[in-house]
């Protein structure tokens, strides 16, 4: 019941904040859980007698490599003033199709901190997840793998 509940969430926003609501395997939040702990060094007792940076790198846990990559990469954490030439410029290193990205907006016309961009080939937007969660601005940014059909529905939704 509390599972159904959650996901009637999945869309809106938490304060300030647009949140998306997944479904998943029990293991998988069990792992995503561990991984946060092992990153921020939370719950670590290391941590505490000896208190280093989080590592600059990829998370241990990091599921994005082994998702099938296509053309287009999904961008979250966006500051909502951004515009499609801060886009290009983040993505300079990386063939973009200029006229492919799509800044996710409301109904309403506000954004949602989102946009998808196409690159010229699956292998270009793997090598671009380099860039996934450094800044732009203040915002850290995260990469996904994204699809055709979901830029679609993203691009559909921002017109209504």
Same mark, same amino acid.
């Not at 990829?58 to 082994?66: A, G, L, S, V």
């Given at each position: 019941?509390?599972?159904?509940?959650?996901?009637? %969430?999945?869309?809106?926003?938490?304060?300030?904040?647009?949140?998306?609501? #997944? %479904?998943?395997?029990?293991?998988?939040?069990?792992?995503?859980?561990?991984?946060?702990?092992?990153?921020?060094? &939370?719950?670590? *007792?290391?941590?505490?007698?000896?208190? *280093?940076?989080?590592?600059?790198?990829?998370?241990? #846990?990091?599921?994005?490599?082994?998702?099938?990559?296509?053309? &287009?990469?999904?961008? %979250?954490?966006? @500051?909502? /003033?951004?515009?499609? @030439?801060? &886009?290009?410029?983040?993505?300079?290193?990386?063939?973009?199709?200029?006229?492919?990205?799509?800044?996710?907006?409301?109904?309403?016309?506000?954004? *949602?901190?989102?946009? #998808?961009?196409?690159?010229?080939?699956?292998?270009?937007?793997?090598?671009?997840?380099?860039?996934?969660?450094?800044?732009?601005? /203040?915002?850290?940014?995260?990469?996904?793998? /994204? *699809?055709?059909?979901?830029?679609?529905?993203?691009?559909?939704?921002?017109?209504?």
């Amino acid at each position: 019941m509390h599972v159904e509940f959650a996901l009637q %969430r999945d869309r809106q926003n938490m304060g300030r904040r647009y949140v998306e609501v #997944f %479904r998943c395997k029990r293991q998988d939040y069990y792992n995503a859980v561990a991984a946060e702990v092992n990153y921020e060094g &939370i719950y670590d *007792t290391d941590y505490l007698e000896n208190p *280093t940076p989080a590592p600059s790198g990829p998370k241990r #846990f990091d599921d994005k490599d082994q998702m099938e990559f296509t053309e &287009i990469l999904k961008m %979250r954490g966006l @500051p909502f /003033s951004v515009k499609k @030439p801060e &886009i290009i410029e983040f993505f300079k290193e990386y063939e973009v199709v200029k006229d492919r990205i799509h800044i996710a907006c409301r109904p309403d016309g506000k954004a *949602t901190g989102e946009a #998808f961009v196409e690159f010229t080939s699956a292998e270009e937007a793997r090598r671009a997840m380099g860039k996934d969660k450094m800044t732009i601005g /203040s915002r850290y940014v995260e990469l996904f793998p /994204s *699809t055709r059909d979901e830029a679609r529905r993203a691009e559909s939704r921002s017109r209504q």
